[in-house]
């Protein structure tokens, strides 16, 4: 397995949430790796997103404030930490690797099994 996403489930608003993407070696050292999210019927949407060689991470604005990615070079995970949660983060979270960092899906080449983040109002 290339990318694996975990840490969804259920919380209330206004509650934090922390997902982490664990990639292969090969992967993690070598790719940009994002968080995208889908509601169903709705494409994909960038998060936020990490280069490899580090440097500032891209965020998305309607996240901007709310979200940290962060690297865990020890681990070989990238992990979002999700706060002051809404119902309009309900979504699958999807985390995905490419040889750049686009604000596009289409341009990652590899991509986790998703984790579902449900928000309760």
């Known amino acids: 397995v290339q990318l694996q996403a975990s840490g969804g489930g259920l919380v209330q608003t206004g509650g934090s949430l922390r997902l982490s993407c664990a990639a292969s070696e090969r992967i993690f050292r070598a790719y940009n790796i994002a968080w995208f999210r889908q509601v169903a019927g709705q494409e994909r949407q960038i998060v936020a997103g990490?280069?490899?060689?580090?440097?500032?991470?891209y965020y998305a604005d309607y996240v901007k404030d709310r979200v940290t990615i962060t690297r865990e070079n020890d681990k070989n995970t990238v992990d979002l930490m999700m706060n002051n949660l809404e119902p309009e983060d309900t979504a699958i979270y999807y985390c995905a690797a490419g040889s750049v960092l686009g604000r596009l899906a289409i341009q990652y080449d590899y991509w986790g099994q998703g984790t579902l983040v449900t928000v309760s109002s």
């Open positions: 990490v280069k490899w060689g580090g440097g500032s991470p």
